[in-house]
């Protein structure tokens, strides 16, 4: 298990994704503890204390996330037929606050807090995913995501969650093609009828994985969103899992 960190802009930049074996972990009801590192919920909000070291440079990461849900989700959704692997927006609108020590840097704003669990590793259960999700004026959140299972079955989604919880299932906007990535990754998104999606940042890109900001609309509102492009099929392939340990260095 790891506690993955993720920090961009200027010469702020750090990546911590250290795995750990099963004695560098505690679980009870509130808490979860990685190393030294631990996730837990106070009964309002989500305080994830960050004690990491950065790959491929050892630099440390030190600082705390708070993350209080301003919406529940009221459901989760199964990604697959069979329900192997379940999808839940826990909290799809949330106050964010960054404090960090190392490097010394903060940030405040509005973020997301979703979870995925199955019963299977995911490169079992997908070839592909696109996903992305915004924060619209009313305080509603829209997500899109959709994809290929292993099988070569398509599957999708694009939910409008409320400031009550409640998703609506809407329809599907139009496609937009988005610029490959330097790894040469496809990514696509999508957007009102007639609107080209634009690419303001990508910040993470990797032989299997980016993640990118996005000007785009959605059912007539311009918005910023976060997208995730991710091939599975890449993932597997042994170049890619000889250099995973560079990024996601391990610790039993």
């Not at 509130?30 to 909000?45: C, E, K, N």
């Amino acid at each position: 298990m790891s506690l993955n960190v993720a920090l961009y802009g200027g010469r702020t930049r750090r990546w911590a994704m250290t795995e750990r074996g099963a004695g560098a972990l505690f679980r009870d009801t509130a808490t979860l503890r990685i190393g030294p590192s631990q996730v837990r919920w106070d009964g309002q909000t989500l305080v994830i204390d960050i004690e990491e070291e950065s790959a491929v440079l050892p630099l440390p990461v030190r600082g705390q996330v708070r993350v209080t849900p301003m919406v529940f989700g009221q459901r989760r959704f199964r990604l697959d037929p069979s329900g192997r692997h379940v999808w839940e927006p826990l909290g799809p609108c949330a106050r964010v606050e960054l404090t960090c020590t190392n490097p010394k840097i903060s940030w405040s704003g509005t973020g997301y807090l979703d979870a995925n669990h199955g019963s299977e590793p995911l490169e079992d259960g997908f070839a592909d995913w696109q996903w992305s999700r915004a924060h619209l004026a009313d305080g509603s959140t829209a997500v899109m995501y959709e994809g290929q299972l292993k099988g070569g079955t398509d599957f999708g989604m694009a939910l409008k969650i409320g400031p009550d919880g409640q998703a609506e299932v809407m329809e599907m906007p139009a496609r937009v093609v988005l610029p490959k990535t330097l790894w040469r990754l496809d990514r696509f998104t999508r957007a009102d009828a007639g609107y080209t999606a634009r690419v303001r940042a990508t910040w993470e890109d990797t032989p299997f994985y980016s993640r990118t900001a996005l000007a785009t609309r959605l059912w007539g509102e311009d918005v910023v969103a976060v997208h995730e492009s991710l091939n599975m099929n890449r993932f597997a392939t042994g170049a890619v899992q000889w250099m995973l340990p560079w990024r996601m260095p391990r610790k039993v």
